[in-house]
């Protein structure tokens, strides 16, 4: 049985839940034969009670944040290769999040060291800009005078 989580939170708190669940051991059994009275090729099954450890195995999804001008240097720094096998399953992600193709012109970078780790890019998605001048609040900036009301 494979149970797919999403987990989102503090890097510490995330590694001590990882390491709880890696340290939980679940009860089984497997049906082992049993030589069944003296007689050649006589075999009973006897169930024979084992413990499973639970395994904890990462799926990580990282959001980068980058210059639109940088993007072809950062996806340089990522490296990401080809999803073999995951394609359809990270279609639903593009979709979801409303990302675009990611850029297909960067050049890879030595660093950093990506062996042993399969990356794939999802896509990419433009910033909201959120910086912008406020609108006043002060119903003095506003140009409200205040009166008497008689």
């Known amino acids: 049985m494979h149970i797919y ?12 839940w990882e390491n709880f ?25 006897k ?3 084992y413990l499973a450890q639970l395994q904890v195995r990462e799926i990580k999804m990282y959001e980068i944040v980058c210059p639109k001008d940088q ?10 290769g080809k999803a073999e096998g995951w394609g359809k399953a990270f279609k639903y992600f593009t979709k979801m999040f409303g990302l675009n193709k990611p850029s297909t ?3 890879p970078n030595l660093l950093p060291n990506t062996e042993g780790i399969s990356i ?9 800009l ?3 001048k406020e609108p006043p609040k002060d119903v003095f900036q506003k140009g409200h005078l205040p009166k008497e009301m008689l």
């Open 130 to 132: 959120n910086w912008g």
């Open 71 to 80: 993007e072809d240097v950062a996806m340089g720094l990522i490296k990401p």
């Open 47 to 49: 169930p024979t009670p």
């Open 21 to 45: 669940m890696s340290s939980q051991y679940l009860p089984f059994e497997v049906l082992e034969k049993v030589k069944k009275g003296k007689r050649k090729g006589k075999f009973k099954k």
């Open 105 to 107: 012109t960067w050049k």
């Open 120 to 128: 794939m890019c999802l896509g990419t998605k433009d910033d909201k």
């Open 5 to 16: 989580v999403a987990i989102r939170g503090l890097i510490s708190a995330v590694k001590e």
